[in-house]
C-alpha cells in the first residue's frame, strides 16, 4: 500500500517540477534567445526585457522598444520575431469596445492597431489590459515616434 502511494507522490512531484519551474524556465530562455539574435542582428538591444519598453504580451503579439536604436522587434506568440526601424509603424490608433450598461468591464477589446510600410503585414494588432495602459501607452508611443 505504501509504495503505490510514495510512487504516486514522486510522480506527482515531478509533473509539479515540470510544470511549474523547468518548463517555464525554457520557455523564458528561449525568448531571450530570440532577443539577443534579433538584437545582434540589428544593432538594437531588447535585454534584460523591461516592462516598461514592452507593449502586449507574449501569448499575442507584442513589441519591445529599443529607443537609442530607434528599433523595435515585433514577437509573435513568443516564437517569432522581426527588428524593423520606428519608421516602419506608419500610424498608430488606440481601439476599444464600449459597454456603457457593464461598469465593472466597460472597455473591452482593447488593442492598438499599428498601420506599416511593410506589405507582407501592412496591419499589426496589439492586445493590450485596460483603457488606461492604453492610454499610457499611446503618450509613451507619441514620445518615441513623432
Request: glycine residues 6%; aromatic residues 14%; hydrophobic residues 45%.
Amino acid at each position: 500500500m505504501e509504495i503505490p502511494l510514495l510512487l504516486a507522490l514522486a510522480v506527482a512531484l515531478v509533473l509539479f517540477y515540470w510544470a511549474w519551474i523547468a518548463s517555464p524556465r525554457s520557455v523564458q530562455a528561449g525568448r531571450e534567445q530570440l532577443l539577443r539574435a534579433q538584437g545582434q542582428a540589428s544593432g538594437a538591444t531588447f535585454l534584460p526585457i523591461d516592462p516598461r519598453r514592452m507593449l502586449g504580451d507574449w501569448d499575442g503579439t507584442c513589441i519591445l522598444f529599443d529607443p537609442d536604436a530607434r528599433k523595435a522587434c515585433i514577437v509573435s506568440r513568443g516564437k517569432k520575431a522581426r527588428t524593423v526601424d520606428f519608421e516602419y509603424f506608419n500610424t498608430w490608433q488606440l481601439k476599444w469596445t464600449e459597454y456603457p450598461a457593464n461598469p465593472v468591464f466597460r472597455f473591452q477589446h482593447v488593442h492598438f492597431l499599428f498601420e506599416t510600410s511593410g506589405f507582407d503585414r501592412p496591419t499589426i494588432r496589439v492586445a493590450v489590459p485596460s483603457r488606461s495602459d492604453g492610454e499610457a501607452w499611446n503618450a509613451k508611443l507619441s514620445i518615441l515616434m513623432p
